[in-house]
DNA sequence: GAATTTGAACTGACTGGTCAGTGCAAAAAC
DNA sequence: GTTTTTGCACTGACCAGTCAGTTCAAATTC
């Protein structure tokens, strides 16, 4: 699973391993090589720099490679970075969906999935700090060439929340009167914007600290609760 | 308090009326309406394409006003664009506080304090839904040139949170457990998500609505409350 | 199994264009 | 008459994308 790196002492920003049409065939891992060490220079200088500010030369150079292969494996440098995003949303909503499959396997309630969905995006948010942040920066915008690739990807993620929502009201587990998506996105950015904190200003916090404080505030032990 | 701006159809992203050193002197008004109208052009400019992407060519052209105003204005592009966080994070805290304030006057409890506060930072990205938008997506970056006034600007705004909560645990209204700073992160971030989702891809739904919607969540009437 | 061919993968110098910031004389506003 | 704005030409740096050429491992031929 851990790709195959050149020795650089860089901190892992992976996106994962990519499987697609060399599955099967011991065929062209080398491109695949490649292309995984361009998502992860990518990555962390944009999260750094925004799209704009970051230079394809920079990417290059980081991932160790000449500025040719980057237009060699892909077709421009939005390209590259819409093949990111699509990629690591797809690993983070299969960490979220399986996260409230395992909960209903064990038999738990919807505030249980809820709960382990939130501890997986605390995980995926420790393992991948560099992508989460560009997503946000980026969601948002409008007016950008990838502004559609941005909208399915979001989508698919907060659909695996609605989803959990959705179901706990018809268990009637929630409220009737909860609005489901509005609910959604408050409950992603609640865990959004607090790993990001986490991350930048006190990266010393254990992920069971937030996930502790985030659990608290979902069960509303909080405000009193009447 | 709403700015005299030319005859754009567009839609008013004001970021208020600047009082600085020409308070009381009935000076230089002049000269701030051409900074205010630069603060408009910039702001929606930089959250639709960001910082880098937007030229200053366009934001004067925008403001309707020549290249050589800006640099007469402003010592540099970031030099504006500090400027207009600092402002803006300015008048957010003071709408903040503002209404802590207000209902501690009136006599409520803390869960007031919050969910007041709650409707003045949606009502606050309601009329300036770009200056949020820009502010997310600069926040978590690192390697800027203002980086140090984002980080002096988002302490500002999250201390109030903080203080309400510090408050309400004083007052013996909130756990004793809570983690101060995480849970004003995740409010904040509650906030902050489920209003620019509102305003990108839901934008029909009332300020009310969504305000009922976070309330709820707030108070724990989602998940049971046991 | 040595010699030759093939082609995917990679390279890096180069091009055409863009943009932040400057300089300045003249006009306008106050 | 001072402050502010304008218009516009100019510079130097920087950058996305191109392309002719190189590399090398595997396939093919003899």
Redesign the pocket.
């Given at each position: 699973m851990s790709p195959t790196v050149a020795s650089t002492g860089r901190v892992p920003v992976t996106i994962g391993a990519m499987e697609s049409s060399s599955a099967a065939s011991g065929g062209?891992t080398?491109?695949e090589?490649?292309r995984q060490k361009l998502y992860e220079a990518a990555v962390t200088l944009i999260a750094e720099q925004g799209f704009s500010a970051?230079?394809?030369?920079e990417i290059a150079e980081r991932a160790g490679?000449?500025?040719?292969?980057v237009?060699?494996?892909f077709a421009?440098?939005?390209v590259l970075f819409e093949e990111l995003l699509r990629h690591g949303v797809g690993l983070l909503t299969a960490s979220l969906r399986e996260a409230a499959e395992r909960t209903a396997a064990e038999g738990g309630n919807k505030v249980d999935a809820l709960d382990a969905m939130i501890r997986a995006g605390l995980v995926f948010i420790d393992r991948y700090p560099a992508f989460t942040q560009l997503y946000v920066a980026e969601l948002w915008r409008t007016n950008r060439t990838w502004q559609s690739t941005l909208m399915v990807v979001r989508q698919q993620a907060v659909a695996v929340v609605e989803d959990v929502l959705r179901d706990g009201v018809a268990a009637g587990e929630f409220s009737e009167e909860i609005d489901i998506s509005l609910t959604a996105s408050a409950l992603v950015g609640m865990v959004l914007v607090a790993a990001l904190d986490w991350k930048s200003f006190q990266a010393e916090r254990s992920l069971d600290d937030v996930h502790a404080a985030l659990s608290r505030l979902l069960q509303g032990r909080v405000s009193g609760c009447r």
């Open positions: 062209s080398r491109r090589a490649t970051t230079t394809v030369d490679v000449a500025k040719g292969t237009y060699y494996n421009s440098k939005s």
